[in-house]
T-cell receptor, first 118, second 115 residues
């Protein structure tokens, strides 16, 4: 249980285009999901907290208009990188908070999405 | 703001031996949670172990155990009988109880397991 998927696993896009990344909780409902960014050989940095049915809460320094987050259902959150530029190239990881079982209230992570902007 | 420090960028251990990864943190709160996450080369983050700050007993999960020293704000991970599959980046993380409940991660320790 507590499986989180992400799609796509790897995306390459041209500078100026937009890219959408999906995060799904496969076997549980997640009222809260989180989006992280991880640069090579670095730790995870929280970008935003996504709550189902409400606006996302962004961390300081994260551009809301550039990184659009939608949490339209209890099993799906999306991150759209708008007008992507090479400096947006990174590894994006989502997590979902479980609400049952041994790890109640903890975050389980998706496998990540590698974004490369040319 | 809470901070998490992992002072060992890299560690290595022989297969079947025991290794301890260090983590210290800074907080003014009394109730919180601490975690160790594992990130293998696949980059899938895996929750290894959790410690509630109000519990004095150290958490254990099979071959993984922690040494939680609340006064010293220290939270080390001991891996016993190390296996090749334990090779990964290990991240120590902190979470407040309630509120935003976001995770704050350390910079990670890369563990190599030698056959």
């Amino acid at each position: 249980g507590a499986v989180v998927s992400q799609h796509p696993s790897w995306v390459i896009c041209k500078s100026g285009t937009s890219v959408k990344i999906e995060c799904r909780s496969l076997d549980f409902q997640a009222t809260t999901m989180f989006w992280y960014r991880q640069f090579p050989k670095q730790s995870l940095m929280l970008m935003a907290t996504s709550n189902e049915g409400s606006k996302a809460t962004y961390e300081q320094g994260v551009e809301k208009d550039k990184f659009l987050i939608n949490h339209a259902s209890l099993t799906l959150s999306t991150l759209t990188v708008t007008s992507a530029h090479p400096e947006d190239s990174s590894f994006y990881i989502c997590s979902a908070r479980v609400d049952r079982g041994k790890w109640d209230n903890e975050q389980f992570f998706g496998p990540g999405t590698r974004l490369t902007v040319l | 703001a809470q901070t998490v420090t992992q002072s060992q960028p890299e560690m290595s251990v022989q297969e079947a031996e025991t290794v301890t990864l260090s983590c210290t943190y800074d907080t003014s709160e009394s109730d919180y949670y601490l975690f160790w996450y594992k990130q293998p080369p696949s980059r899938q983050m895996i929750l290894v172990i959790r410690q509630e700050a109000y519990k004095q007993q150290n958490a254990t999960e099979n071959r993984f155990s922690v040494n939680f020293q609340k006064a010293a704000k220290s939270f080390s991970l001991k891996i016993s009988d190390s296996q090749l599959g334990d090779a990964a980046m290990y991240f120590c993380a902190y979470r407040t109880q309630g509120g935003s409940e976001k995770l704050v991660f350390g910079k990670g320790t890369k563990l190599t397991v030698n056959p």
